[in-house]
């Protein structure tokens, strides 16, 4: 043997001795300070050696279960969960040991959407009050995961993370999801509940690329783009490429994330194992133009999750876009009150839940400051459908309508004591006749009913409210809260 083959045997005992020793690892959505969901089969997973036996000992019970690895290193176990409470610790034990520690049991929510979503208490974000509300954010039953933007052609069987679980406090909340958060906070102070958060949200994002691609399937159009993308362009060079042969002169730059399904299979698909309570939705500004296809995209997405999740019946709750542009009295038609009455279509979806938020936009400003009311009012949905408390969560919604001597008697759900936020008579309501052409209205409240004429339009067709991309309306219910715009008629875009 020579001076330098001498050392081989060495080097391999050497190898694999290491390889031996190799460090237990986890999936990143597993660390410590962790939420796990309460009342629960909480699947764990992570990677070790190729048949390696993984002992799991969570201190609620103090019992030891094990799995073993499978031919890819990848090992996991379903493990259930008691009633909320903690801290609690989980040893993991194999050919090395890892314990997580400051585990809390509770409910996690998955919050997702583009920016206004996305958008931090602090940072970039800067909400009403934000240097108080970082000052005064000391709740150690919060607990914040932050998903990295990330995009992928295939769906990815791990995620990438900007930032593992945090514990909410002044030194971490700046850069939480303000609406994420304040939804935790009213959930967390109503119920005592320890709330985690999960938060895989992308600034200006269409709902497209957070769809699936088996949501594209009943779209003959979108499932010859899909099927495009997962068969000619294996790289994002090439289908960059390929854009740039096609754009013309107007057409904006290329970026990966406008592209179906990248985010769904890089920041939600990864997610399909975590147990949770629920999600949270805020999204839809990039899709102001397109409601018509909002439409169908978003009830095929809400139950495309729900198939990822394998959980049929998990809450789906989102935001209803913000006023936004200058106010106008003029009756012109609105890409942004068409965005919105697509989102509201949802509500047909059993366990799905709307927070109107037409009153707390912004004219100037795409990102309003105002999210703690955004996200007390997901947590008043929450509380209701999920929590189960007796307690008001919507304002307004339209109902049904009757025509009686060239009135239209409008009758609403979540009605009692219906009022104006001003004092004066309600406002916002526009009417047509057979003509489809609109003229202001006059209304009056009788009791939980909205009674409209105009002397203009003798045999009345269609009544809308709040038509407009920030309209000047005043309709609300005792509990506070705006009435949904909406439309009584079915007239095409």
């Known amino acids: 043997m020579t001076k330098s083959n001498k050392y081989i045997p060495w080097l391999l005992i050497l190898l694999l001795s290491m390889r031996a020793k190799a460090e237990i690892s986890l999936s990143a959505l597993f660390s410590d300070n962790m939420i796990l969901q309460q009342k629960s089969i909480v699947k764990i997973w992570g990677y070790g050696n190729v048949s390696e036996k993984v002992g799991i000992n969570a201190s609620w019970n103090n019992e030891t279960y094990f799995s073993t690895t499978d031919t890819d290193g990848v090992w996991e176990y379903n493990l259930a969960t008691p009633l909320y409470g903690g801290p609690y610790t989980i040893k993991l034990t194999g050919d090395s040991t890892l314990t997580l520690k400051n585990i809390l049991i509770g409910d996690v929510w998955l919050c997702s959407g583009q920016s206004n979503m996305e958008m931090p208490i602090g940072g970039w974000g800067k909400v009403l009050n934000y240097e108080m509300e970082i000052a005064n954010a000391n709740y150690d039953q919060i607990r914040y ?169 998990l809450p789906f709750y989102f935001v209803q876009l913000a006023n936004y542009k200058q106010k106008t009295t003029d009756i012109d038609r609105s890409y942004w009150a068409e965005l919105r009455e697509a989102q509201a279509k949802a509500l047909s979806l059993p366990f799905t839940g709307m927070a109107i938020a037409i009153d707390i936009g912004e004219a100037d400003n795409v990102h309003p400051k105002n999210k703690q009311e955004v996200g007390r009012r997901l947590a008043l949905v929450a509380l209701s459908k999920s929590y189960k408390r007796n307690i008001s969560y919507s304002g307004p919604i339209f109902k ?94």
């Open 145 to 313: 995961f932050n998903v990295n933007h990330y995009t992928s052609n295939q769906p990815l069987q791990d995620v990438k993370y900007f930032k593992q679980w945090q514990v909410c406090s002044p030194k971490t909340a700046e850069e939480f999801s303000a609406v994420a958060y304040f939804f935790a906070r009213e959930v967390y102070n109503k119920t005592k509940i320890p709330i985690g958060i999960i938060n895989a949200s992308y600034q200006g994002t269409a709902i497209q690329a957070w769809m699936g691609r088996d949501a594209f399937i009943a779209n003959a159009k979108m499932k010859r783009i899909t099927d495009s993308i997962f068969t000619d362009y294996k790289t994002w060079e090439q289908m960059k490429n390929a854009y740039d042969s096609a754009k013309t002169s107007n057409s904006p730059p290329f970026r990966p994330q406008d592209t179906p399904t990248v985010l769904y299979n890089a920041m939600i698909y990864p997610l399909k194992k975590c147990s949770i309570k629920g999600f949270l939705w805020y999204q839809g500004e990039n899709n102001v133009g397109g409601a018509r296809l909002y439409e169908e995209y978003f009830k095929a997405m809400i139950n495309n999750w729900r198939q990822t999740f394998n959980h049929q019946n």
């Open 400 to 493: 049904k309508v009757k025509r009686k001597n060239g009135s239209v008697i409008l009758f609403f759900k979540h009605a009692k004591r219906l009022r104006t936020n001003d004092g004066a008579s309600p406002k916002g309501f526009i009417i047509a006749g057979n003509d489809k052409k609109f003229v202001h209205a006059s209304a009056r409240i009788s009791g939980n009913r909205v009674v409209i004429s105009s002397r203009k339009i003798s045999k009345p067709v269609s009544v809308r409210y709040g038509w407009g991309d920030n309209p000047d309306c005043n309709l609300y219910n005792k509990y506070d809260l705006p009435a949904a715009p909406f439309k009584t008629d079915s007239w095409d875009y």
